[in-house]
């Protein structure tokens, strides 16, 4: 007789199963809406007349062009960015990391942070990745490392980066070089835990421990469009609302708000970390979310969202639950934000 997982596995994974299901569910759902809201709103600017334009109120007008550009100009690189993480996940050879890693621990953890390069995950993918290496046998500060650095060093997050700000005040090369030196501390903080099982609920630990026991035995095709299903219906709702947001905010605020709360180098970075921490939009399209904030918001605010928005959100804190225990991330999303606050305000010293 073929004996079966322990209990706590079985019970981890069919719940796991069933909330996956519902996600997706939910989020085809939101991908549906969003999708059909977002061509009736282009067909109506496009299309319609051009008195029909007039007779909208400026604010409205205004909403609707800031929503619209900012999913234009995002999808490309959103569908882009799924792509890459269906051929990462599904596609390479499984082996392939363990053979390039170096044995020194830091040494490791520098190569596991630059492997975003080659492992162009988002956020959104980049937990259950992060997982599979845990359960192949990489350590949890290795695998954190990997967690936080790849949603900012992969190639995705780098160019939709340049495309919207280029080399201007040093946005892009501090986001890089930041969250490389941030990644890398937390992987060195975590390392020095004794007991780093603790750092993990019970029932990631117990797959751990049982390890990757048997392979899917669906043809590599059809997980491949699942998960094109799946990455799709997390990451295009969070794109729709982000840029909807992203409207509301520069109309619906005033602007001298705006201005006075930008200009400050403290509290302008500490807005924009609380709006990244609560827009949770993903790492591969935020550059364009706030390049509208650009000319009210100091540099070093900007690079704090794009920072600490692609390490820690929302989202990314309810995705992370599933594998980390309440006080690891607790840790973590302390120590990420004072090094982005850090990170923020020199750069405003120095732009």
């Known amino acids: 007789m073929i004996s079966s997982p322990p209990l706590p596995v079985a019970e981890a994974s069919a719940s796991a199963s069933a909330s996956a299901s519902n996600r997706r569910r939910r989020g085809m759902i939101g991908v549906g809406v969003g999708l059909a809201l977002t061509a009736a709103v282009f067909a109506t600017r496009v299309f ?9 109120p400026n604010i409205a007008r205004d909403f609707l062009t800031l929503s619209i550009s900012v999913v234009v100009e995002s999808i490309p690189f959103v569908f882009l960015g799924i792509i890459l993480s269906i051929v ?5 050879p499984e082996s392939l990391m363990q053979r390039v890693l170096p044995q020194r621990p830091v040494l490791r953890r520098a190569v596991m942070s630059l492997l975003g390069v080659l ?3 988002c956020e959104c993918g980049n937990v259950p990745l992060t997982r599979g290496m845990m359960v192949k046998g990489l350590t949890v500060s290795e695998s ?3 967690l936080l650095a790849a949603p900012i060093l992969n190639p995705v997050t780098i160019i939709t980066t340049y495309q919207a700000f280029g080399w201007d005040n040093g946005i892009l090369a501090a986001r890089i070089i930041g969250g490389f030196l941030i990644a890398n501390l937390i992987g060195w903080l975590f390392s020095r835990h004794p007991r780093p099982e603790e750092l993990l609920t019970r029932g990631f630990e117990a797959t751990c421990r049982v390890g990757h026991d048997h392979a899917s035995h669906t043809p590599r095709l059809k997980r491949s469009v699942l998960a094109f299903s799946s990455e799709a219906s997390a990451m295009l709702p969070a794109l729709f609302i982000g840029s909807a947001i992203a ?3 520069q109309v619906g605020v005033s602007r001298d708000v705006l201005i006075a709360l930008g200009s400050n180098p403290v509290w302008s970075v500490l807005a924009l970390m609380a709006l990244a921490f609560v827009i949770a939009i993903c790492s591969n399209v935020d550059a364009f979310f706030i390049l509208s904030f650009g000319s009210t918001f100091m540099p070093g605010a900007i690079v704090a969202f794009l920072v600490f928005g692609a390490m820690v959100d929302v989202k990314m804190l309810a995705l992370l ?10 840790r973590l999303t302390a120590v990420v934000a004072l090094a982005s606050l850090v990170l923020g305000l020199g750069v405003n010293l120095i732009a």
């Open 247 to 249: 409207g509301l905010i």
């Open 88 to 92: 990462v996940q599904i596609w390479l």
């Open 48 to 56: 319609a007349p051009s008195s029909t334009a007039d007779q909208l």
């Open 144 to 146: 954190m490392t990997f």
């Open 119 to 121: 492992l162009p995950v």
């Open 321 to 330: 639950r599933t594998t980390f225990t309440t006080s690891t991330l607790a």
